[in-house]
């Protein structure tokens, strides 16, 4: 039966206590699958609600107590003045006009960020007070763990969330909150079982027990190997999903925030992102990380961005006053298909400008900017920057000193006590020979190409438990592509002292067929997700960050220059005369066309393929899911369906009002209610019973009318009304 109180006992506290951890499984998988970033500020707000559901039982105070902590959270994430301050409050206000004007409008994509956080703190809201009524007051414990166990299953099975310790975390969970849940239950049969505290314990031991017992010999007990092929690479193909994680998935290649773990293949996705006029090819930078962690890279520090009030650049990579400055300009423009909502910028920027109502927001250590517009999205919007194109005195590297300041040091030398020690012994290898900062870098950067390290995206592994993602490619695979090249020379650069950042953004794209006019020297190009790159930027003490290119096949379009020769050099770029060059294009050139046709021809027989796939693959993950909701709602209004059903078959009966089969279907309603029929009982004895519990006499009349229809054969003689009525009046007591 349903409860319409609880009482405030610490047994009902750990009931509600298992159900917040059940639902922590719900929310630890976002932060993989989605974008969803400070998942612990969500979590902890959701720790709050429940608290404040249990401890608090005026409903206005939970009210006013829950929506503070909502102001508050969304305070601390986006609003950077202080609580509740005007300049806050007007931002807010400000925030929620404009997306309740992208509601009416029904462009659903175009909302902020700090108004879909409103959204999802609200659903956090109401989840915590649907699921202390469900656990504590109508005691439905066990469907919400049903349900919990079928979503691990399906975000294991069809994404790259791995949910083998979350499934054991939820089994452990479920059953010692099921034993809890059944104490509570016999504490409302008002049966003797918390007259003192023995009790409870007497209760939950063996509970616990033998759970920790099942759930041991679970693990320990021997397990078949997969029967089905991993679905994730082909839903990830064929569907456009982009992948992160941990096995040999197949990841879509483009930009993405979640770094933290590197490996596996990707397939290429010519998608555009944004067009770019400018003078040459640039490398387009977003961001820079920190961190090696072994198996990726992350932040040592929280995103904080401070508005470009005049829209020039606080954050520069290198020293203007110390390096060689060419200025120039570049104009951005997104793609419709874009979904990138940073503003990716060349080396040098000094100023931006952007378009009417967009607000320019730059994070100071990374350098990432994000942008919010009017308009809601980014779509055909332009950004023309003003930059100062760097060349380095290849000269001026080598002089530098090797005295970095402490707050390099300390950010940019970071490793992990795990890195084997052949990763060291390699780096200090190849740098042998070199006396300067400049000259191991170069060296480092060389190594790859000169050493047999093959650039590909098909077939590459990913590091097993235990593996480091370095030393695997140095040693074992030596096959990947940029992200493996450059987190190997960051980390054997930072293993040789020399401070050094992983870069992530974009190359500099393809000249377009159809070239518009444009001024002298501007051209355009197309940068798509295939240019979605990372590179490496190295520390010059008094010059700065330094870009280097360690991928194989990829050039820097940085320039070096040496003052003893007064020619300006390139990376991975052979010296060779302009005649010898154009020679050389004359040969290739017919060879790169009929690969490039080739190639083109392929990707769109390809694409024609995955979209099909793709559509097949939806059309039976939505049919799924859409099976499994009915299941739900069948299993949870089965009673209704039950009833729904007996009523439509007796409306069929009624209609002819025929003895035998009204009576027939009367037993049988009765008996899927409760009430059965006793083995050896008359139809008179069972009679007298039915109406004796439902406190009617017409279960008597009518079986005294259906005994005399059995003797004769006949029912004509009845009167039907008086019939009618008899089962409507029994009718009417089975279903009320």
Same mark, same amino acid.
């Given at each position: ?78 609003? *950077? ?417 020399? *401070? ?40 010059? *003490? ?195």
């Amino acid at each position: 039966m349903n409860r319409t109180k609880y009482n405030f006992s610490f047994s009902s506290l750990l009931v509600l206590v298992a159900g917040f951890f059940l639902f922590w499984e719900w929310l630890r998988p976002l932060e993989q699958i989605t974008d969803t970033g400070s998942m612990y500020v969500f979590i902890v707000y959701t720790a709050f609600c429940f608290a404040v559901s249990f401890f608090v039982k005026n409903g206005w105070l939970k009210f006013f107590l829950k929506a503070a902590g909502l102001i508050f959270v969304i305070d601390y994430l986006f609003l *950077p003045k202080f609580f509740l301050s005007s300049e806050s409050i007007a931002q807010l206000f400000e925030e929620l006009q404009l997306n309740f004007q992208v509601i009416q409008h029904a462009a659903w994509n175009e909302m902020t960020p700090i108004f879909r956080s409103l959204l999802f703190l609200t659903l956090l809201w109401l989840m915590s007070y649907l699921l202390h009524y469900w656990f504590l007051i109508a005691n439905k414990f066990f469907l919400f763990v049903v349900l919990t166990i079928f979503y691990l299953a399906i975000l294991d099975t069809f994404t790259v969330y791995v949910a083998t310790f979350a499934i054991v975390r939820t089994v452990l969970i479920a059953f010692i909150a099921l034993g809890l849940s059944r104490y509570l239950q016999l504490q409302d049969l008002s049966l003797p079982v918390d007259r003192n505290g023995r009790s409870f314990f007497r209760w939950m031991t063996p509970v616990t027990v033998i759970v920790l017992v099942a759930v041991g010999l679970g693990l320990l007990a021997p397990k078949l190997s997969p029967q089905w092929p991993d679905p994730v690479p082909f839903i990830q193909s064929t569907a456009g999903h982009v992948g992160f994680g941990e096995g040999s998935s197949v990841q879509k290649v483009g930009y993405g925030e979640n770094d933290s773990t590197l490996g596996g293949s990707f397939i290429q996705d010519d998608t555009p992102v944004f067009e770019a006029y400018a003078k040459e090819r640039l490398y387009w930078r977003i961001e820079s990380k920190d961190v090696y962690t072994g198996k990726g890279w992350e932040r040592s520090t929280q995103l904080e961005y401070v508005p470009l009030r005049t829209s020039s650049f606080r954050f520069q990579t290198f020293s203007i006053n110390e390096v060689e400055t060419t200025p120039s300009e570049a104009t951005l423009r997104y793609s419709p298909e874009s979904n990138l909502s940073k503003v990716p910028f060349p080396y040098g920027s000094s100023f931006i400008m952007a378009p009417n109502g967009a607000n320019l927001f730059q994070d100071r250590i990374t350098g990432m900017m994000e942008v919010e517009t009017g308009e809601g999205n980014l779509i055909n919007q332009s950004f023309t920057i003003l930059y100062e194109d760097p060349s380095f005195n290849i000269d001026r590297l080598n002089q530098v000193s090797e005295n970095d300041s402490p707050e390099i040091r300390n950010q940019y030398l970071q490793l992990p006590d795990t890195l084997p020690q052949r990763v060291r012994d390699l780096a200090a290898e190849i740098v042998k020979e070199e006396q300067t900062r400049y000259g191991k870098a170069k060296a480092i950067e060389n190594y790859f190409s000169a050493n047999g390290y093959t650039y590909q995206t098909e077939d590459v592994s990913t590091p097993e438990q235990g593996e480091d993602y370095v030393d695997q490619f140095l040693f074992e695979t030596m096959v990947g592509y940029c992200d493996n090249f450059s987190t190997s020379m960051v980390v054997m650069l930072r293993s040789l002292d020399i *401070p050094a950042r992983w870069v992530k953004g974009f190359t500099g794209g393809e000249l377009k067929p159809d070239q518009p006019s444009l001024p002298n020297g501007f051209h355009l190009y197309e940068i798509t997700n295939n240019n979605a790159h990372s590179w490496v930027e190295v520390y010059f *003490p008094g010059i700065g960050w330094v870009p280097f290119e360690p991928t194989s096949g990829f050039t820097n379009p940085t320039e070096f220059y040496q003052e003893t020769s007064g020619e300006a050099l390139t990376p991975d770029e052979p010296q060779e005369s302009t005649e010898q060059q154009e020679e050389l294009e004359e040969q290739t050139q017919p060879e790169l066309e009929e690969n490039t046709a080739e190639q083109e021809e392929s990707s769109e027989t390809l694409a024609g393929n995955d979209t099909g796939n793709g559509n097949v693959i939806w059309v039976m993950i939505v049919s799924a899911v859409f099976l499994f909701i009915g299941a739900v709602i069948g299993l949870m209004k089965r009673r209704e369906i039950r009833d729904w059903y007996d009523k439509r078959r007796w409306a069929n009966i009624s209609r002819q009002m025929e003895l035998d089969k009204g009576y027939l279907y009367v037993l049988d309603a009765l008996a899927k209610r409760g009430y059965q029929r006793q083995k050896g009982q008359t139809l008179r004895q069972y009679a007298r019973s039915i109406d004796e519990q439902m406190g009617i006499n017409e279960m008597m009349e009518l079986t005294l009318i259906y005994e005399r229809y059995l003797y004769r054969k006949s029912d004509h003689d009845m009167d039907r009304d008086n019939l009618r009525h008899l089962f409507q009046k029994i009718i009417d007591q089975i279903f009320a």
